[in-house]
């Protein structure tokens, strides 16, 4: 069994700062990709950052030169950094990892998700 349990969302005013934590727990060989996606109200689901396992980053158009995102091999986390934080950017924060399980295959699984919200 995989877990993913997302911490550190909530309620930030317009230009403040959020560090978003996602750690998987359980049973796989190793962590390929890591992502972090959002969901807006009556929106689909879009990458915000995305890191591989060489290290390479990802960032959606919106939040580039806004977000950061890193990892914590060691403890299987993926962090992401967020600054200078508009109402647009107001979703359900959902991290996502892609694991070689213990069956060989690579299998992608979600967080629960966290509320981030950006208002006066």
């Known amino acids: 069994q995989v877990q993913l349990v997302e911490s550190g969302g909530g309620l930030v005013q317009p230009g403040g700062s959020l560090r978003l934590s996602c750690a998987a727990s359980g049973s796989f060989f190793s962590i390929y990709a890591m992502g972090w996606y959002r969901q807006g109200p009556g929106k689909q689901r879009d990458l915000v950052a995305s890191i591989a396992s060489s290290g390479s980053t990802n960032y959606g158009n919106s939040v580039k030169g806004r977000v950061t995102i890193s990892r914590d091999n060691a403890k299987n986390t993926v962090y992401l950094q967020m600054n200078n934080l508009q109402p647009e950017d107001t979703a359900v924060y959902y991290c996502?990892?892609?694991?070689?399980?213990?069956?060989?295959?690579?299998?992608?699984?979600w967080g629960q998700g966290t509320q981030v919200t950006v208002s006066s």
């Open positions: 996502n990892f892609q694991l070689r399980t213990t069956d060989w295959f690579i299998r992608g699984y």
